[in-house]
């Protein structure tokens, strides 16, 4: 079984990650995530990507022209490198950190708030609890129907629902 990803594609999702970071730092739309004093990281982790999309591509191209005219599968595996698993420390800390407390604080202090200003800046009750019901009833069914379903059918659909949120935030953010 191959790798579910080859490297050219590894490296484009980190060049357009970095490219998007990056675009996202030289403009105002990095607000919309952060706070303002963390432009300089965001700068920063998109050159990081991008330095990194290039740096694969260019082992890439080095290693094909090494290994050119010989059989690219000589019965011994090449593995990742190591370092590759701290991709994924940012989605466990958004995985670990426990959102009910932080939403309760956040309904409560807008709730606060909204008795002291005369417009209305309190949440939208019914969405809030919509987004938190929905979250909870998909990752239920997410994890009842995982080992039931084709992994060829669980990867195109994760793909194209990415793809899908990708191009609306771009058209959004093109407007």
Same mark, same amino acid.
Not at 141 to 162: D, I
């Given at each position: ?48 990507? $991008?330095?990194?999309?290039?740096? =694969? $591509? ?68 019914? !969405? ?7 979250? !909870? ?11 039931? !379903?084709?992994? =060829? ?6 793909? =194209? ?15």
């Amino acid at each position: 079984m191959g790798d579910p990803v080859n490297r050219q594609a590894q490296s484009a999702v980190l060049f357009l990650l970095g490219a998007s970071l990056l675009h996202a730092g030289t403009t105002d739309l990095y607000l919309r995530y952060v706070k303002q004093g963390l432009r300089p990281l965001v700068l920063a982790a998109g050159a990081v990507l $991008v330095a990194a999309a290039i740096a =694969t $591509v260019w082992y890439e191209w080095g290693r094909a022209r090494r290994h050119k005219g010989r059989d690219a599968d000589e019965g011994h595996t090449h593995h990742e490198p190591r370092v590759a698993w701290l991709l994924v420390l940012p989605l466990l800390a958004l995985i670990l950190v426990d959102p009910l407390p932080l939403s309760v604080v956040d309904y409560a202090g807008h709730a606060l708030l909204s008795l002291a200003h005369s417009g209305s800046i309190a949440p939208d009750w019914f !969405l809030g609890l919509a987004c938190g019901l929905g979250g !909870l009833v998909g990752g239920y069914l997410g994890a009842r129907l995982q080992p039931h !379903l084709p992994e =060829t059918f669980l990867r195109l659909l994760l793909g =194209t629902l990415a793809s899908a949120l990708g191009a609306v935030y771009a058209i959004n953010a093109l407007r």
